[in-house]
């Protein structure tokens, strides 16, 4: 995906290198999937303890893969306060853009998510007045 999106020529992103403060040695492949539930649950019950409870592995560090994140740089002052609407003067000319919490992009962004990333990309449109949808 992040090739995909880097030769799109869609602006207002960028990708940055993730780093790995913990690993932890999960046998998450073992678990029966269709259970409704693990067969262990972590400490406290939250998916999240797995990794902030569990035990620090160094070692597998070197098995980990390089991973990246999506980041879009904040434009405060966009969104409308209280809504989920941004203030078109206020939107720079990219093709994704946000906020703080909310992401909108383009139309033309929309459908290559929808055309492309259906399964992991959800776009709704903004209200009619406004020229893009929020991710």
């Given at each position: ?22 690993t932890v040695l999960i ?32 070692e597998l560090l070197t ?73």
């Open positions: 995906m992040r090739a995909h999106l880097e030769a799109s020529g869609f602006t207002g992103f960028a990708f940055l290198p993730v780093t790995y403060d913990k046998n998450w492949t073992d678990w029966e999937t269709s259970a409704d539930m693990p067969a262990k649950l972590p400490a406290g019950g939250e998916p999240a303890n797995y990794i902030e409870r569990g035990k620090h592995a160094p098995q980990m893969p390089a991973v990246w994140a999506l980041h879009v740089p904040a434009n405060p002052g966009l969104q409308i306060e209280g809504t989920a609407r941004f203030d078109p003067a206020k939107a720079p000319e990219t093709d994704i853009f946000r906020s703080y919490g909310l992401i909108w992009v383009t139309a033309r962004m929309a459908t290559f998510f929808e055309t492309h990333y259906a399964d992991w990309v959800t776009c709704t449109p903004s209200p009619k007045t406004l020229p893009a949808s929020s991710i």
